[in-house]
């Protein structure tokens, strides 16, 4: 991600600012300031207008990358589901995986919508199957592949491993809409018990 310094000195740059980027760093540095804005609580200023100034170029310039704002807020969707899977990953690899693993992923799913509310509802209202179609599927894929394999380890000999799945991540989406929405205060242990009663598997 770009600090602040970088950016100050990216735009101090005027019109050589453009040129400064090798292929695929400005789309980088763009997705990286449209989430600096998401966790500033300023979504409101997603356009590429906002972003280009952000990072020190012509609006122009994003146009490569991205053909239009809805290009960009779905570019910002898929890498919060990136985010997601990745610190899922980690959390399953830390528990050592089965249950524990299984039961991890489910906890850190909700302390994801908690930590980055923004970038999570974004990620979670986003359209994306027909822009995503040829490029095959988003960043979500990870997650969704955590949550088939752990239904595997939690509950063997399910029937439906699919529907199975789709329970466990309605539980805990249902809980982070929850907390998102205030109707729950956050508290670690609390969802812990709460993932635990779907994810904790069976004897």
Do not use: C
Not at 124 to 141: I, P
């Amino acid at each position: 991600m770009i600090d602040e310094g970088n950016s100050v000195n990216i735009k101090s740059e005027g019109a050589k600012a453009a040129g400064a980027y090798h292929h695929g760093d400005l789309r980088a540095a763009v997705i990286a300031a449209g989430l600096k804005r998401l966790e500033a609580g300023d979504d409101g200023e997603l356009g590429l207008r906002a972003l280009a100034r952000d990072v020190g170029v012509s609006a122009t310039a994003l146009y490569r990358h991205f053909p239009d704002k809805e290009a960009l807020l779905d570019a910002l969707a898929d890498e919060g589901l990136r985010r997601l899977g990745a610190r899922q990953a980690q959390a399953w690899l830390k528990a050592g995986g089965g249950r524990n693993g299984f039961k991890a992923t489910g906890t850190t799913y909700v302390r994801f919508a908690h930590d980055e509310p923004a970038l999570f509802r974004l990620s979670f209202t986003r359209q994306m199957s027909a822009r995503h179609a040829n490029v095959g599927g988003d960043g979500g894929e990870v997650a969704y592949n955590l949550l088939r394999a752990g239904v595997g380890e939690a509950l063997p000999g399910v029937e439906n491993p699919d529907r199975a799945a789709l329970h466990a991540w309605a539980l805990v989406h249902g809980l982070a809409m929850l907390i998102l929405d205030r109707r729950l205060e956050w508290d670690e242990a609390m969802v812990d018990e709460v993932v635990g009663l779907t994810f904790g598997g069976i004897d």
